[in-house]
């Protein structure tokens, strides 16, 4: 009788406290939106009409989005229908607030650049040749 090889995969063990779960979460999506609006309000209870009013979108998508992510394990759920940021996953507090340092340093960079006037929109190109007739009459002097 033949031998026959067998392969035995050995996986170790994962230290807990070390352990960081894998985040699917993209910027911009509904799905992120509900997670750093939660986490961004740690210790709030929201229902789903709550949060459709604050991201401004239908009922249903609020709704379902929240299931899913009840599911997935990104945020929890009370048995009277209030969602919440699950107090272990520390890492989507951390995923929230890095979104929200990025949306406002994108909002100054913004703010800094509309309050930058266009120079084209300040002076006209007439007003320029006099103010450089100007300026180099008074520098012959």
């Excluded at 979460?25 to 509904?30: A, E, R």
């Excluded at 709704?63 to 945020?75: A, I, K, M, N």
């Amino acid at each position: 009788m033949p031998l026959q090889s067998r392969t035995i995969a050995y996986t170790m063990p994962v230290r807990m406290d070390t352990h960081q779960p894998e985040i699917d979460l993209t910027p911009g999506t509904t799905k992120s939106e509900i997670v750093c609006l939660l986490y961004e309000n740690r210790g709030l209870g929201y229902r789903p009409s709550e949060v459709r009013d604050a991201l401004e979108i239908p009922d249903g998508t609020a709704t379902t989005t929240l299931s899913r992510l009840v599911d997935e394990g990104y945020v929890g759920k009370t048995a009277d229908g209030l969602y919440y940021a699950l107090d272990e996953r520390d890492d989507l507090g951390r995923y929230a607030a890095a979104r929200d340092q990025t949306e406002r340093l994108f909002r100054s960079r913004d703010a800094d650049a509309a309050a930058t006037p266009d120079v084209e929109s300040v002076v006209s190109d007439a007003e320029l040749d006099e103010l450089t007739a100007a300026a180099e009459d008074e520098f012959d002097s």
